[in-house]
């Protein structure tokens, strides 16, 4: 199991780069979830040929390195699991952790079988006498619609020398402007049909946090510095259809080589409470 492994006296640069995941570590991701890469399913086995590893991948992996052994690890907005696509993972980081506070509005959070602590509440809102060496947002800021009361929160529940983990959407992202053109009642409907997702994991979206620019600014008004940020390729929209997959990842293979983003593509970023 990937562990958390920040080398005593590292620089600031090589720091980011220990935490971030490596091509092992993803590889070693990939067998968790999905098995041995020759017996597993037409997906991932295509995902696999191609040296594709979904955004999901990098942040679980990402998160993996930072849980600390004994330490409080708040989640917030995680609703009823951590990783939905590996509950291996989200089973052994919970137990490394020890204590995992989770914090949503929503109802789902009931359903989460890997939080110790569940607090049905805004992170506006919540207030805790502890802080936390790692706080976690996964899909959850474009649904944030106060933006700087939500990083003012998180200043207060970081630890000094804390980290805070955003994945999200990008707004630049051809989805995200089709979710802002599309009435909201159509939208479980289509992501039904893509995704097989169910209607109470679909929220409204804001999109108030989901540009580089946007979360930078954000952070830095609190306290926060930006220590690491990717640009990850999601080539998941057709991840049903065998053919259109493929083009897919030919697609993204293909910019790769010219030095391109693909298009479609999610913000991971981390940021240090100085």
Known sequence: MISQSITPGASEQDVA??????????DQLFRLKYGDPQRVGWCPRLMYR???FT???????LVAKLVREGQPWLDVGGGRDLFPHNPPLAASLAERSGCVVGVDPSDTLEENPFVHDKIKANIEDFQDSRTFPLVTLRMVAEHITHPQRAVEALARLTMSG??????????WSPLSWASLLIPFSLHHPIKRYLWRTEEKDTFPVAYKMNTRRQL?????SAG?????????SDCRAFARFRLLF????MTWRALQSLGLVYPENCLLGVYERV
């Open 55 to 61: 955004p999901d991948v990098y942040y679980e992996g």
């Open 216 to 220: 930078r600014n954000l952070f830095a």
């Open 17 to 26: 780069n220990e935490f971030w995941p490596s091509r092992s570590d993803l």
């Open 246 to 249: 493929r083009m897919e990842l």
């Open 162 to 171: 804390g980290y805070v983990i955003v994945y999200t959407i990008n707004l």
């Open 224 to 232: 926060f510095r930006e220590r690491k940020f990717a640009y990850l």
């Open 50 to 52: 191609y040296g594709y």
